[in-house]
Each structure stands twice: as C-alpha cells, then as structure tokens.
C-alpha cells in the first residue's frame, strides 16, 4: 500500500513526540531524522532484493526455496550496501542495550558507503551526565522509537522517493518551528530560497555551491526548479560545506533523499578551510553560489575549536592571523579590500561575501542573503579637523582612511559585480531579528545593466505569523517581476502572467496539503467519533429494554461516561474542521491577491512616482554621490503616509472629541459632587 505524504509526515513527527525532551536541548532532530534514514535503507535493501529474486524466478520460471532466496539476497547488488547483523531487522529483533545496537548498526552502515561517511552522527548509546551510567535515552525509549518507525516500510516499494524527500523537508521544517531561534543555524525559510533560486535560474551544467549549507535546503530547491522545468536534477552538480556536524548530517540525508548526489563537507569553516579547491590550492570555481552565511560573526578568522579559547588566546591568535595588511589568508579571495579594520575582525559578513565572490567562475552568478549592514556599514575617506592651529591660525585638518567594509562595497559596485539589492520584511528569519537584503552578483552582465544596481524595497508585504513573519507566494511574485523586468515596464505583463499562473497552482496545492495534514492528523480522533457514537447508538438501544432499576443506573452511568468522550471527539473534529476552514479561507484571500497584486504591478509600471516607492534601477553617479552607501530609504521612498482624511471625516473626529470631552467632564463634576466636594 502507497502511503499518502501526509499520512507519512503525521507518522514521522509522531517519533519526534516520542523523543521531544530527553535529549539535550534540539539535538532530538538529529536522532529522529538519522533513524527515519537508517529505516529507509534498511527498508529499500530489502525492496531491491525482494525484485531481484522476483526478476530470477521471472527469468527462469521457478520458485525459489527461501534458503534460496536467501543466498540471492546476500549476493545481490544494492545501491548502499547494509553490512549483515547490521539491518532494520536485527536491531527489531534485540530487547537489551538497543543504544548500542542501534547506533553500531549505522555506523556499520556509513563505513561500508563512502556516499554515508559522517551521516550518522548521534550517539543512541550516550550515558546520561549524571555519572550513573545510565544511557542518555533510556532503553524503553529506543525501543518504542523502534517499534513507531517499524509500522510503515519506507521502501520505495510504499513511499516513492519524491514523496519521502518532501516528508523530510516537512520534518526539518517542524523541527525549525520547534528550535526557534536555534533554527537560523541550519534552515532558511523556503519562500526566502525559492525566491533566491528563481531569481539565478539553475541551468543543466551548472555547478552549485552553498558554502555554509545547513540542512541542504539551497541544493534542494535547485534540484527541485530543475525537475520543474522537465531537467534531471543530477544534469547539474552540487557542492556544500557545513561547519556543524549534525547539521551537515542533515544535509546530506536530504541530498541523498532527493537523488541529488551532492558532495557535502563537513566540520571546518568554509572561510579558515574552505573544503573544495582547485589544483593550485586556491578555491574552485562555481557557476553558481547560494548562500545564508551566520550575520555579523564575530569570529569568523577562528576554527571552530579556536572559537573556545579564551580571550588571552584569542588576542594571541588575532596578532597571528592578522597583519598590517589585514586578514593573511592563503587563497587569494580578498584581493578588493579586507573586511577586518572597521571593526577589526568585528564582522564576518564581508569575509564570506568575498569567498563567495572568490568561487564564482567567469559567468557566475551568486544569490546571498545578507544582513542589511552590509549596505551602509563603513565610512568613506573623510578630512577631519583636530582642534589644533597652525601658526597662521588655520585649523589643523586630519584625513582619516576610509574604512575597509566601505572600500570593498566600493569595489563590488565599481566593478559592476552587484547586480541587484532586495531588502526583506522583518522578522522572516529564525532568530535574525535585524533587518535583511538579498544580494545577487553577477559576474556577467548585460551591457544595458553595466553601471547600475537594481534595488528593490520589498519590506512591505508579508503575512505576519504568531512568531515571525512569512513571504506569501504573491510577496515573492512581486520580487521576481520587479527583479526580471529590471525597470522594463513592456516586460511586466508577460512576467505577470507567468507567474501569477504558477502562483495559483502553488497555492491550490498547498490548500491540499495542508487540508490532508490535518485530516491525517486528525484522523485517530474521526475513526474514535465513529467508534463511540456507534458504542452510544448501542448503549442507548440497551437501556430502552432495562427495566431494573439498578442495572438500569448502572447503564445510565456508563452512557454518559461514553457521552462524555463523545462530547471531547466531537470538540476534536470541530477543532479539525475550524483549521481546515482557516486554511481554506487563507488559501482564498491569497488566491484573490494574486489577481490584486498583478493589477497594482501593472499600475505601478505606468506611474513613475508610485514605482519609485517600490523598486528602482540607481546609476553609478547617483550611488557615488551617496558616498556608496546603499542604504535603501536614500534611493526609494520608504515612508508609509498616513491616510488621507477628508475635510468632512476630519470635522466629524473633531466633533466626536469635543462631545467626549464633554461627556467626561460632567461625569468627572458628578462623581466629585457625589464624594462631597463643591464644583463651579
């Protein structure tokens, strides 16, 4: 039997329920998300050998015996090899110590696949820190975790590897929501991703690269545009470095997954050990780069283990590290300035938007999410007076250095590489509270684009969530309209139409999902609706045959013991039903916003002093006369104007005040009159 996605996510986070809380802090994810794989290759061995022995018995018209069968299925090819001892059903089959069992079964698993070195990271067997000797997660724990996944085979025989990869992207989304600030270090927002990937256009023959890759959500989305627009995602290459071990875990399982045969490394800054380079030792080139690098990290000239020293060692190190010049860095990526002196070593955004840079082949392009710092931040070459005199009397001037964060944006703009700016609404990244922008590099541009940046203030619209903010899919058909038109207004109605007819079909289908998932998740409390009002129909059949009055009380006090359950079900499935109506009625204003949004798109286009609140194409002059600062408020009209009041309504607040005002004011005497005091 296929399993339904949803049915197949509401299964999947059932585990995670399982183990929430006894684990340190959000490592659960990782134990979760490793066993689900381990399940799945166990699972898809046993699927290959099963049609394999089926394809023989085809071939040569017999039925084998099962020690037949067993001596194929031990010879027969698989795509990872599952040591024997080592398989789903042998760690099934042990009661004790299911830790150990466990956790030497995927190692097994990862030394005998090159593909799986360092995806299996957790320890199962981990003592408890208390010194007791007690394992971490308790053995009855393991077990039940066990016995939750062995309900469902994750072959591909039941769960197609499309659905099983979209699972596990549900998965580490609901693990997001659930670390909270935690999650910025390995997932970024998909509607921030998909509009990264749509903006760069993945091609067949592109090499991808996330330099600090997360959970492989940028890889993923990539693979995904390419299978959308009818290529095979493994007609381009991809490339990532995580310096988190269990994240890369992560990532890699995805990639695995999604059939992406991604090459991700794992345990070193991509910016002190970047892992892919070329046979001179400096970095490889990419065709394409995307990336959420950590904002503003302080320490990002330090290896992770450096990171923990202590202040003593760490100033020890800067002076080690850097020179007069600057960061001493062996492969040659921060040849436009250094980003290291204002502050020193202070920020790290620039350090890796230079890697980036670094890694791009001659028609490469790049996709960066930023903090929005990276626009302003540094000051140009200024004259400054001490507050001395010369001898004639004339103040003493002093010229103070432009500071390096403001030459390298310089340089990135001179040399026409930046593209595009698109600031984003607050509030939409896990644990980034400041403001950000999407960067896009170009190293070949179009010669009607040299000498000019596109900006694009896209603060305004986002559906505001309990605990952040979230793109809808007409914010992102925005985006992409004012960033593919670039200031072309004979563009817009045809990129309109493009989109907003995807953009419909992504709603309409995320209104399925969704509806399914609380269905799927709802469904023990239906088939449990079901069970007790058939038990009450039967119950109040019996009691219209009692005539004992004892027996009769007996049954009645059962009923309502049943009423009262059937009451709970039934708030249940209304709780269902409110969801699902929200859901629908969300899914139908956005629906409706699609068509708003292409109208006030089209609008925007035939009124130059509307379009300049919204997106801009800024020549070079205009930008160096802004000292190349790019701070988005100078360039577009960002103030949000109050609303206009006409004469009549202004007249009639007026009035409403004065008649308030009087109202209070003999409220105010009564009360005073009443208290004994004497009024005028």
């Not at 004339?394 to 944006?409: C, S, T, W």
């Not at 801009?616 to 802004?626: D, P, Q, T």
């Not at 409220?667 to 009024?679: H, N, P, S």
Request: aromatic share 8%.
């Amino acid at each position: 039997m296929k399993l339904k996605l949803q049915q197949l996510e509401a299964h999947l986070w059932g585990a995670a329920n399982i183990l929430r809380g006894k684990t340190a802090g959000q490592d659960y994810k990782n134990y979760i998300l490793s066993l689900m794989f381990f399940k799945r290759l166990c699972d898809q061995w046993e699927n290959e050998a099963d049609d394999a022995i089926a394809e023989l018995e085809r071939q040569q018209a017999r039925n084998f015996t099962e020690a037949q069968k067993a001596v194929f299925r031990a010879r027969g090819e698989h795509r990872y090899s599952i040591p024997e001892g080592n398989r789903w059903g042998d760690v099934l089959a042990a009661s004790t110590n299911l830790g150990e069992k466990l956790t030497s079964a995927m190692r097994s698993v990862s030394d005998a696949n090159e593909e799986l070195r360092g995806v299996f990271t957790v320890d199962w067997a981990q003592p408890a820190p208390d010194g007791s000797g007690k394992p971490l997660i308790p053995n009855e724990v393991v077990h039940a975790l066990i016995q939750h996944f062995n309900a469902y085979d994750l072959s591909n025989a039941s769960v197609p590897p499309d659905v099983l990869g979209h699972a596990y992207e549900y998965l580490i989304k609901q693990f997001a929501d659930d670390a909270g600030a935690k999650a910025g270090e390995f997932f970024t927002p998909p509607e921030v991703v998909d509009t990264l990937v749509r903006i760069l256009e993945p091609q067949p023959g592109d090499t991808l690269y996330d330099p600090t890759c997360g959970s492989g959500g940028m890889l993923v989305h990539s693979a995904n545009f390419l299978r959308e627009a009818g290529q095979h995602p493994t007609s381009a290459e991809y490339y990532g470095q995580e310096m988190n071990w269990g994240n890369a875990a992560i990532g890699k399982i995805n990639s695995v997954l999604h059939g992406l045969e991604a090459k991700i490394a794992a345990g070193a800054s991509t910016i002190t050990d970047p892992a892919f380079r070329d046979g001179a030792g400096k970095v490889r080139k990419f065709s394409l780069v995307l990336a959420n690098f950590p904002f503003s990290d302080e320490l990002w000239w330090l290896k992770p283990e450096q990171q923990t020293d202590d202040k003593k060692k760490k100033d020890k190190l800067k002076k080690e590290i850097f020179g007069k010049e600057g960061f001493k860095d062996a492969y040659d990526r921060f040849g436009r300035g250094t980003p290291f002196k204002a502050p020193p070593a202070g920020y790290g955004d620039y350090a890796f938007i230079l890697h980036i840079l670094a890694s791009l082949s001659d028609q490469g392009r790049a996709g960066i999410v930023c903090p929005q710092g990276v626009l302003f931040r540094g000051q140009p070459e200024v004259e400054e007076e001490t507050g001395d005199f010369d001898e004639d009397g004339n103040p003493v001037i002093k010229r103070r250095k432009a500071d390096d964060e403001h030459l390298i944006r310089k340089s990135l703009i001179e040399s026409g590489l930046l593209d595009g700016v698109i600031s984003l609404p607050l509030n939409v990244f896990y644990g980034a509270g400041v403001p950000a922008c999407l960067l896009i590099l170009r190293k070949h541009r179009r010669p009607e684009r040299h000498n000019k940046v596109l900006l694009v203030y896209a603060a305004r619209h986002f559906r505001e969530l309990a605990n952040q903010n979230e793109l809808r899919p007409q914010d992102v058909m925005r985006i992409l309209v004012h960033v593919q038109a670039y200031g072309d207004a004979s563009k817009v109605p045809a990129l309109v139409a493009q989109h907003s007819g995807r953009i419909r079909e992504q709603i309409n289908a995320r209104e399925h999902d969704e509806v399914e998932r609380l269905e799927a998740e709802y469904s023990y409390a239906a088939s449990r609706l079901a069970l007790l009002g058939t038990e009450v129909a039967a119950k109040l059949a019996e009691l219209e045959k009692l005539t004992v009055i004892s027996v009769r009380n007996k049954a009645e006090s059962a009923l309502a013991k049943l009423q009262a359950q059937l009451d709970k079900a039934r708030a249940k499935i209304a709780e269902r039903d409110e969801k699902i109506a929200e859901a629908r009625r969300r899914a139908e204003g956005d629906r409706r916003d699609v068509d708003k949004v292409g109208d006030q798109l089209g609008a925007l286009y035939g009124d130059a002093d509307e379009l300049i609140k919204h997106a801009r194409v800024v020549g070079l002059n205009e930008i160096e006369e802004n000292e190349f600062n790019l701070n988005i408020p100078r360039y577009i009209d960002t103030f949000e104007p109050e609303p206009r009041v006409t004469v009549k309504d202004a007249l009639k607040a007026l009035r409403d005040a004065e008649s308030a005002l009087s109202s209070a004011e003999g409220e105010l005497i009564e009360m005073l009159r009443g208290a004994g005091y004497e009024t005028y």
